[in-house]
């Protein structure tokens, strides 16, 4: 992530979530937060407890921060923000908080007379991570249609082209869904294993191999010692260090009604 | 074979429920956001190193990455970290812990380090590398916290103890590693028995020289790796004269062990400077140093050889040292027969009858001349004290530095020393793991003869980060055991200015023995200076003969070219 990448993502956030800009300057910004925003980031629990109990005023606080440091004037101060600054991950984590569910329609009126059926489809964005004592990952997003079955990868960047709407937009009606969400999950669920079993699994193999190498290594030094505790130990040290695993884990997603000429 | 697929199902749950409650739901924008977030935090690639990316403020050196690299890819993630001293194994430990978290292999880790660096550690990873590192305080912080920096001898202890074996440590990080070479110590004992995921030993001591220690070091980190105890022992002390098996050895051992040279790292260091100050006694404290070597032959005065040495030594650093020493001579006596008695006395009147400290002053003239930030390092407490007395005297501040301070007064005096007083006088213990790069010049008051102790007193202050050129000041009164130690250690091996690690490797690989032993033999056990010289001119010629197949070893190699 550059600098500016980062300046328009805190622009997007802070705008999102309804804060007031003090100030917006090439190189940092001035925020006033909202209450909500004040207590996900601020950590200032104490002082909202105080509030609630004796009925006071809020007074969210304002937040600067700056993206080039070379491009502020002196007077101003404020948190430095760049890739791995706490503050930055720390947005980072509420950005996924607070936007781990959502519900839209395509924002389609239908004309006067005619109404505009919506299909539900059901989209889950995720991070599987294939994990030994190394690790990677892969972002996957997929779709899936509750009324026919259909499965669509990359279905948040189609998404991405169509015009969203959190309400339900006049002259347009939604289809109840044939499958529920819970059995969709579970479809998700089961192609990913599939898609998975048919991938490469090297990495895991050679896994296994540093495993039981070091495993053998174990086994000698403990020779004739094998009631020691350290031994049941190390054993497990080691399954921990090299024991290959997928872990899916899912960053958000959701229902989405859309036209059928959408997809 | 197929892998295990663990799909988080708290998600969907979740989903299910704010279905049932129709909300509530996340803003599209938000939500766009969160992807985008997602995709660029996840790391792609199981090779590379992700941490530099995420602290873009430090920049470390090509062999720091290198180490990184090496220990996550194909070390993975158990290595000792042996560079020398002031390469900055910190920065690499650093590195190689922040970029296990941005993977999110490790979440928990325990850090062990002297108790004088648990400040040193935890401000430098969360200014360096933005760790959330916390210094250990109270007990519940073991459980609150996923990265705590301690020392073993606290964590070793109950209640911690016991805390500790109930956390799921993903890394161990230990600093100062060579102190666990003795398998039967509690502190051993104890990091053995912890749950070792990755684990990362510190140290700047070379572990070639006894095949014991380097055994117990790796065997900690990785049981196994040099065979079981008995096996070990039966193939390498039987055959420990055969080179072919310790280059074998050598090579398993630098599968877990990267130890960088400062001549490896391609770095333009800062030069080191030695000056030898030769200093003569004044009358009185010449006598007192001659009365102390008359003691020899009176037999049953002293006890051991070594309090003999001792006393001389001491008598070369101060008055002060010597009458402490004599003090406890007498009273660990329990019936002294009046000729011990009388003998102490005479020599405590001697003491009484030295006016003055011939090398104080010239520490104090030199001190003038600097006329900027020095340490002071001698082997005596005595002497510690004296001098700080002394320089007050003449309107130099100083403050001491022992290795007995606890954890708060040693940053403390640093802190002083850094802002306020020009002068810092350290005893031996006090010069290990704290940084002092913003001083530039060394006073030998005394010198140890052990020379890795003085390569770790350099090491404060010769490391990355020091902007001039180092100047060490090394004192030796004429004609006493101290310039022999001297003239052995730098005239003839001409040893501060080389990097002691070299040598040591050479000696090894010739089967001669460590410097270290040679020298306590040498300095300890010498009944007489006459044995001490003819022991010394030994231990040069061995040096010379082994700098000398050292080089043939290079002429041969680029003959075969």
Redesign the interface.
């Known amino acids: 992530m550059q600098q500016q990448e980062i300046y328009k993502f805190l622009h997007n956030y802070f705008d999102s979530n309804g804060c007031e800009f003090v100030e917006l300057a090439d190189g940092y910004m001035t925020v006033q937060l909202t209450e909500e925003l004040d207590k996900e980031l601020m950590n200032r629990p104490f002082y909202w407890h105080y509030l609630e109990k004796t009925g006071g005023i809020p007074n969210p606080m304002k937040l600067t921060l700056i993206t080039d440091q070379s491009n502020v004037p002196e007077n101003i101060k404020g948190e430095n923000i760049h890739f791995g600054s706490p503050r930055l991950h720390q947005i980072f984590e509420s950005t996924k908080r607070l936007a781990g569910y959502i519900r839209l329609y395509e924002n389609k009126e239908g004309a006067m007379g005619s109404q505009i059926p919506l299909l539900p489809w059901l989209c889950v964005n995720m991070k599987i991570s294939y994990q030994c004592d190394r690790k990677r990952d892969v972002y996957k997003s997929i779709g899936l249609q509750l009324i026919n079955g259909r499965m669509v990868t990359d279905f948040h960047d189609l998404l991405l082209k169509i015009e969203l709407t959190p309400k339900i937009p006049d002259y347009a009606f939604t289809l109840s869904p044939l499958i529920m969400p819970k059995s969709g999950m579970a479809r998700i669920e089961s192609l990913l294993r599939t898609l998975i079993a048919e991938e490469d699994h090297s990495w895991a193999n050679d896994a296994r191999i540093r495993w039981k190498k070091d495993l053998d290594l174990l086994k000698h030094f403990y020779e004739g010692d094998e009631k020691n505790e350290s031994y049941e130990i190390e054993q497990r040290a080691l399954k921990d260090q090299f024991e290959p695993k997928i872990h899916i884990s899912i960053i958000n997603g959701g229902l989405f009604y859309l036209t059928d000429k959408a997809v | ?8 199902s708290s ?2 749950e ?3 429920n ?2 049932t409650n129709d ?24 090779e590379g190193l992700r941490a530099p ?5 430090l920049t470390p050196l090509p062999h720091q990455l290198e180490v990184a690299k090496q220990v ?2 194909n070390m ?3 290595a000792i970290l042996a560079d020398e001293v002031g390469l900055g194994k910190t920065i690499e430990a650093g590195l190689i812990l922040k970029e296990y978290m941005i ?3 490790v979440k928990k880790a325990l850090i062990l380090v002297p108790a004088s660096l648990v400040l040193q550690w935890e401000m430098e990873l969360n200014t360096k590398f ?1 760790i ?1 590192a916390v210094a250990q305080k109270k007990s519940y912080m073991w459980e609150q916290y996923d990265v705590v920096v301690s020392s073993i001898d606290t964590a070793k202890r109950n209640p911690h103890r016991d805390i500790i074996f109930k956390q799921n440590y ?1 890394i161990v990080i230990i600093d100062e590693a060579h102190k666990l070479k003795n398998n039967k110590t509690k502190n051993y004992e104890f990091v ?7 684990c990362l030993l510190l140290t700047a001591t070379p572990i070639q020289n006894r095949l014991e220690e380097i055994f117990n070091l790796v ?1 900690l980190l ?4 040099l ?2 105890e008995s ?1 070990f022992f039966e193939k390498y002390k039987k055959d420990s004269r055969s080179i072919q098996d310790n280059e074998h050895l050598k090579e398993l051992i630098n599968k877990v062990m990267i130890r960088n040279r400062r001549s490896d790292t391609g770095i333009e260091w800062k030069k080191r400077h030695v000056e030898t100050i030769p200093i003569h006694f004044t009358k009185e404290e010449q006598d007192l140093y001659d009365s102390i070597l008359t003691l020899k032959e009176e037999q049953g005065i002293t006890q051991s050889q070594f309090s003999t040495m001792t006393l001389q030594r001491e008598a070369c650093s101060s008055r002060e040292a010597v009458y402490y020493t004599l003090k406890n001579m007498l009273q660990r006596q329990e019936n002294p027969s009046p000729a011990y008695e009388a003998t102490i006395a005479s020599l405590i009147k001697r003491i009484e009858a030295v006016p003055r400290n011939s090398k104080a002053e010239k520490a104090l003239e030199l001190i003038k001349k600097i006329g900027d930030k020095v340490i002071i390092f001698t082997e005596y407490r005595a002497t510690q004290l004296y001098l700080q007395w002394f320089l007050q005297q003449h309107g130099i501040t100083s403050v001491p530095f022992r290795g007995g301070f606890k954890r708060g007064k040693k940053d403390w005096m640093r802190e002083l020393f850094q802002k306020k007083v020009q002068v810092l006088i350290a005893t031996e213990a006090g010069g290990e793991g704290i940084n002092l790069q913003f001083c530039s010049h060394i006073i030998n008051f005394d010198l140890p003869w052990n020379p890795m102790r003085l390569e770790q007193r350099i090491g404060r202050i010769h490391r990355l980060g020091q902007e001039k050129d180092v100047m060490i000041y090394n004192f030796a009164i004429k004609n006493t055991v101290e310039e022999h130690i001297l003239k052995l250690l730098y005239e003839k091996i001409n040893l501060f200015e080389k990097v002691i690690g070299d040598l040591d490797d050479i000696l090894t690989r010739l089967e001669f023995g460590s410097i270290e032993d040679h020298l306590i033999d040498i300095f300890g056990h010498s009944a007489s200076e006459g044995e001490m010289k003819i022991k010394m001119e030994n231990f040069t010629s061995m040096i010379q003969f082994a700098e000398q197949m050292k080089e043939g070893n290079h002429h041969a190699a680029t003959g075969n070219l």
């Open positions: 074979m197929t892998v295990e697929i663990i799909f988080n998600w969907q979740e989903l299910l704010r279905l909300g509530p739901w996340g803003s599209w924008d938000l939500y766009k956001l969160a992807v985008e977030v997602e995709k660029h935090t996840l790391v792609p690639e199981f990316v995420h602290i873009p403020q996550v890819e993975h993630g158990k993977r999110g292999l933005f959330p993903d053995q028995s912890l749950k070792k995921k990755f065997s990785k049981p196994g790796h065979g079981s096996s």
